[in-house]
């Protein structure tokens, strides 16, 4: 009986033995597999992929900027509204890893690369520039009358220089339906965010230098115009480029330029489409060249936002001396009008864009142009001999814009639309020295900071 039993609890013990074996094999295969296992994550708009075991989420912080400070949050945020700031890092083994690229790129999608195996990372989300410029602007009442002036101090003067009464207070941040070019709605889909009147809350600096926003674009783009270095900011001769090189001799600001054999005998269609079109200023390339367009610095410009220069118009024949004359659209909506009527919409043929670009005609050598009599009109500028002094734009000189007013056949040839030194459009005629405000579109998710004010302006967090 005793030699049974012995013999018993062997063959026992041996199964024993086969079972743990055998588990522990499963379990080390198991757990093998789920270190190999490669899993996608989805993160907001994007994804990321990575090892189980190599990374753990040590902290999601998102920046509050009315209490100025980052709080905790349970699930990374939208791309388009939060970006991955410069503040997160991961570390492996206590030490921060230098190698890892946490950032939010141009699609809105949340990247992680160089990730290595046990890294434990912490991330920090601050608003981006679309986001945060909504929530800090003061937005605007009314519908605007584009043939008033706008203030807020209930005074403004005119371009002789007398005090007068403002027309209308139609100052801050408007939204308008680029579709049905009117105020905006609850079922608009195609929207834009222009700033009206003399609005203080619309500086950025970016590169050293001061920039004014002019409006946020229908695709979120940020575009906005020069405004001065961070010493003369808003500085009359000071917020130019070039004070006399918009149409010296050597300048070729042509974004509508006039076939040559043009002599009475083409009909709205051929003016319409010049072959002779599109060489940008020299000196406004070169100002890029120098300030903006170094390597990395451009990757923060959105290339899918282009410069309008409107085209379309009529030719009509001028009765007292024979000669033809074409008039441009901007001249008949904002000029030659008692009821100005800006837009914002835009033939892609007449959409100067770099090349590469999805849209517009891609004949930019670089994403720079000047801001269109349109915009000039919605920023408050009007073109009845009223005159703006006090709105974001006026600065004391005559300034450029990309917009053709008209072309005549006669000695005075084509004239672009521009503002005045008190603030008014008109059209000049070829010869006359302007100065130029080059216009740039910041991407819209990138992270900014600021309030947007000129001590505290927006700041691009730079990468």
Known sequence: MKFERIKSNKKLLIHIIIFLILGITIALAISFAAYKKT????????????????????ALKQFNSDANKY???????????????????????????????????????????????????????????????LANSTMGSGTPNFDNTSCTNGTNKDHNGNVTNCEEQTVGLYCWDVNTNTACTDTSVNKTYFYRGNVTDNYVEFLGFY??????????????????????????????????GYNDSNTRLTYAAVDSTFHGTCDSQECMNFENTVTLNDHLYDWYDN????????????????????????????????????NYGAYDRLLYTTNPTPKFSCLNSYLYTVSGSGIGNGLLFAPIGLITADEASFAGSAGSNTGNRSFYL??????????????????????????LEYGELADYSPGMNMSIRPVINLKGNIPLTGLGTIQEPYKVILE
């Open 39 to 58: 899993t996608t994550i989805n993160i907001s708009e994007g994804t990321v992929n990575y090892i189980i075991p190599d990374m753990k989420i040590m």
């Open 71 to 133: 709080e905790d949050i349970n699930a990374m945020p939208n791309g388009n509204d939060y970006a991955i700031s410069s503040d997160s890092y991961c570390e492996v083994l206590g030490e921060k890893d230098e190698n890892v690229k946490l950032y939010t790129n141009s699609n809105g999608e949340h990247v992680i690369s160089n990730i290595q195996k046990n890294s434990r990372c912490y991330f920090y989300f601050v608003p981006t520039a679309k986001s945060l410029i």
């Open 211 to 244: 920039w004014r926003i002019i409006r946020i674009n229908e695709n979120g783009s940020i575009r906005m115009i020069y405004s001065g270095d961070k010493f003369n900011v808003d500085t009359a001769g000071k917020e130019t480029v070039l004070a006399n």
């Open 291 to 326: 300030y903006i367009g170094m390597p990395g610095f451009d990757d923060y410009l959105d290339k899918e936002s282009g410069f309008c220069s409107d085209r379309s118009g009529y030719v009509y024949a001028d009765g007292s001396d024979g000669y033809y004359i074409y």
């Open 394 to 419: 006026y600065s004391g000189l005559e300034t450029g814009t990309m917009s053709p007013c008209q072309y005549d056949d006669n000695d005075d040839g084509m004239a672009f639309c521009y503002l």
